[in-house]
T-cell receptor
Framework: DAKTTQPPSMDCAEGRAANLPCNHS???????VYWYRQIHSQGPQYIIH???NNETNEMASLIITEDRKSSTLILPHATLRDTAVYYC???????????FGAGTRLTVKP | GAGVSQTPSNKVTEKGKYVELRCDPI?????LYWYRQSLGQGPEFLIY????????DSGLPNDRFFAVRPEGSVSTLKIQRTERGDSAVYLC???????????FGQGTRLTVV
């Protein structure tokens, strides 16, 4: 029961913004949107999460639409080290059965 | 340690053997998760612990798989009568309850030959 839909792959030029979309049309009112990424041969790494307001941290920005049915992860200045698989997950923070989909494979090109 | 530690990093075993994979979570993290990941796939949820108890074990594929966390810290994933299809990277993660922010280990690569 996939809760999120992401494109399987995307390319981005080094130094440009990478905008990764995620659809979560069945999201519930108490579910948060989380983003993780997985660089080759490493465990997933937390990036950012939000409920309904846009969020920004040192790694990325998260834009959530007003109806909360979709969101976009923005890497403002992508580097080659940002090449990874990016996972969008919706879940209730207090109940933690966190399940991953297939994610988006982002390739940053020089 | 500073992060989630998984041992061994690699394990090769013969079909039919029993294996144990260990996870040391971040100190103070009461939530612990196990996943397995096959090549080219996203992590597949196996089991989630809150403290010593398994809050959700719905991802365990069959009764050959079992996990324990007797003192609410270290966890062991146990696989009986291993099959070649069990070959994968097994990932462990831990988090503080209610935050939803999980920290992952580097995984154990299990190869069943």
């Amino acid at each position: 029961d996939a809760k999120t839909t992401q494109p399987p792959s995307m390319d981005c030029a080094e130094g440009r913004a990478a905008n990764l979309p995620c659809n979560h049309s069945t999201i519930s009112g108490n579910e948060y949107v989380y983003w993780y990424r997985q660089i080759h041969s490493q465990g997933p790494q937390y990036i950012i999460h939000g409920l309904k307001n846009n969020e920004t941290n040192e790694m990325a920005s998260l834009i959530i639409t007003e109806d909360r049915k979709s969101s976009t992860l923005i890497l403002p200045h992508a580097t080659l080290r940002d090449t990874a698989v990016y996972y969008c997950i919706v879940r209730v923070a207090r109940i933690s059965d966190m399940r991953f989909g297939a994610g988006t494979r982002l390739t940053v090109k020089p | 340690g500073a992060g989630v530690s998984q041992t061994p990093s690699n394990k090769v075993t013969e079909k039919g053997k029993y294996v144990e994979l260990r996870c040391d979570p971040i100190s103070g993290h009461t939530a612990l998760y196990w996943y397995r990941q096959s090549l080219g796939q996203g992590p597949e949820f196996l089991i989630y612990f809150q403290g010593t108890g398994a809050a959700d074990d719905s991802g365990l594929p069959n009764d050959r798989f079992f996990a324990v966390r007797p003192e609410g810290s270290v966890s062991t994933l146990k696989i009986q009568r291993t099959e070649r299809g069990d070959s994968a990277v097994y990932l462990c993660a831990s988090s503080l309850p209610g935050t939803g922010v999980a920290f992952f280990g580097q995984g154990t690569r299990l190869t069943v030959v």
